[in-house]
């Protein structure tokens, strides 16, 4: 079998602090999470992704044109092995400690670590830096910015929200996630701020937290309208919604699409 031919390393500093060495410009990449592959589509790189997980549902073709090496949470290390990675890109909430420090004794492993707006155009930017892409990078990040420039408007009260991302038990997201970054970018206040990251809610803390607007994400959990009545009788005066995970979530190119969404449900008050 031929080898691929060996490029002087480009030595980067990951959202983790981790000094990684990478092969520039790397020629065979495996992403484990979902926005990071839509990322690498989007910045003319798809030829070069080799491996994806099997929720990387955007662009479509990802998982047609790379091989599928298992999920975010169990990563099939045989399938990565054969598919040699210079370059696996990783993140420290989507993926699991043992499972990415078992491929980081083997390969270069780049994670990012997000739970904001400028942490999210931090990691295009040295994602597009460290495959060779840093020019539609900046140009990516410069677009997301702005985007998000516009849609600050002169202050307003936000609106009591609370984002719900699974139901047996009710979860919803809290402090410290990139969805509640999110939501104030998107003018809500989160009712369970005080609360740390993922946690569980019981429907009598919902009712004391009387929120205005409960929003109901499409992801993980795929809540659907069938839903709505479940949590009218919880909190009768809210308003229940449906919204899109992807928009509120996924910290990757999607996020161009996220701030005229926002400004939609804005309208839509």
């Known amino acids: 079998m031929e080898l691929p031919p060996v490029f002087p390393p480009l ?27 839509e990322l690498l589509f989007d910045l003319g790189l798809g030829e070069r992704v080799v491996g ?19 999920g975010t949470k169990n990563f099939d290390f045989e399938k990565i092995d054969t598919l040699r990675p210079d370059l ?9 400690k043992e ?9 270069p492993v780049w994670l990012s670590d997000i739970s904001n707006l400028p942490e999210a155009l931090d990691m295009i930017r040295r994602v597009g830096l460290i495959t060779g892409r840093k020019e539609a ?23 009591p929200a609370a984002y719900f991302i699974w139901r047996k038990p009710y979860m919803v997201a809290a402090t410290g996630t990139f969805i509640d970054d999110m939501l104030a970018r998107a003018g809500f206040r989160n009712v369970f701020s005080h609360l740390g990251r993922y946690p569980e809610v019981t429907p009598e803390q919902l009712r004391q937290a009387a929120p205005h607007q409960i929003l109901l994400s499409s992801e993980p959990y795929p ?40 400004k939609s449900l804005i309208g839509a008050d």
């Not at 990078?137 to 609106?159: C, H, N, Q, R, Y």
């Not at 509120?248 to 701030?259: K, T």
């Open 11 to 37: 030595t980067v500093t990951d959202q983790l602090g981790r000094q990684v060495a990478v092969p520039f410009p790397p020629r065979r990449i495996v992403s484990l999470v979902p926005s990071q592959t």
């Open 52 to 70: 994806v997980t099997k929720f990387c549902i955007h662009p479509a073709e990802a998982r047609q044109s790379a091989t599928v090496v298992g």
């Open 88 to 96: 696996i890109l990783g993140n420290k909430e989507e993926n699991y």
């Open 99 to 107: 499972g990415i420090e078992q491929l980081a004794a083997r390969y």
């Open 137 to 159: 990078g900046d140009s990516l990040t410069a677009d997301i910015a702005a985007s998000f420039a516009a849609l600050m408007a002169p202050a307003t009260e936000l609106v």
């Open 223 to 262: 809540f659907g309208p069938k839903h709505v009545a479940e949590f009218q009788e919880i909190c009768s005066t809210a308003r229940i919604r449906i919204v899109d995970g992807e928009l509120f979530s996924w910290y990757g190119s999607r996020l161009r699409l996220s701030a005229a969404y926002f």
